[in-house]
């Protein structure tokens, strides 16, 4: 059964979404908790913190032991490599466990940076987290020069004739976000992975805010390295980093002697934190289940991911509708970011706003005091707070929608602004 766009956004079942996730019945001064910081984290299903205890009762050990729950992990971790595989849309040996985005792309970047030198460029953006900017930036101590290209500040997008003009036969690599963690931009990708690769280069995409919010085939984008961290997409505080085989297999990683040598183990240093891996599966059968509910015919995991990300945009679409209109009513308001409804396939449900007289961090505070839980400041998008001037006054409020918020929450949320506001 093929879904059209129209039957999916009434098909994700919001009270099944609800009933997985039991930190949204916490109350704040007797508030109900709205959780509007989803690009910092996101909450976790029943299910992912079953996996995780069940991990530590059952199969708690270390790996390659001649025993069963040693046996146990080994298999546990293989299940978790399958299951980020169904999510990226690649094979198991392609994907590389580590603690965060920010770590596994410092062990990229380290590896990469062996094979740079004086006459070599790297792109980066100035949409983008820092994480995906300063591994590259310190990279300039081999010689390398690093490079940035432009946003067009009227909607926060990422200016492509900049990037295009700024890619030459010097560029060694380019590293952009799938997604803007601040405005909520989503980047052409796969044209820019095309523009890397015509010029040489390789592409590394930071897909961690873009990833609760769509479908991810790194097959299609032909992307060389992807990253992401499953605390952002339900799952527990853990990132996940898909590389080319090739790649994987030809880079020089920094290990131990001790450590394997082969592909993906080389690149996971230590002893990984197996509890939340385990997690990670369950986090990963979360979303294929709502996907099979949205369409039961989905017959492999991949399917129904992709049948839940369908659901998840067009619901997630209408929503961000609701909260930009309500925003944009809001006197002294300045929005950051695509605003034009029929462009919101541009966009992800992250929205930047500051309004005048009143600081992010005060909005923030009398916000969460309410219940309503947003972030304000530059949340690492430190170049993109820095490119519009706003860092030196306390960055930008920031509200996160996901597919478990609701259409009343933003509701309730709008009131309360305009309440502080006045
Ligand atoms: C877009 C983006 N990239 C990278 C990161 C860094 O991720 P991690 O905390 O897993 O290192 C974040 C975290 O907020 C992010 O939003």
Redesign the pocket.
Known sequence: MTITPSEVSTKLDLAFVRSQFPALAQTVNDQPAVFLDG??GTQVSERVIQAISDYLRQSNANTHGAYRTSRRTDAMLEEARTAMADFLGCDGDEIVFGA????LTYAISRAIGRELGPGNEILVTHLD?D??VSPWRQLEETGATVRFADIREEDCTLDMNDLARKVSGHTRLVAV?YAS?AVGTINPVKEVVQLAHAAGALAYI?A??YAPHGPIDVRALDCDFLVC?TY?FFGPHM?VLYGKREHLKRLKAYRLRANSDESPWRWEWGTLNHECIAGITACVEYLAELGGRVDPAAQTRRKALLAAFAAIQAYERDLAGRLVRGLLEIRGLEFYGIRELQRFGERCPTVAVRIAGHSPLELATRLGDRGFFTWDGN??ALNLSERLDVEKDGGFLRIGLVHYNTAEEVDRLLAALREIVG
């Open positions: 690009p910092g965060n985005m920010t770590s987290h994480a995906n976000g963690n930071d961690v805010h961290s952002k990132g949340y690492f």
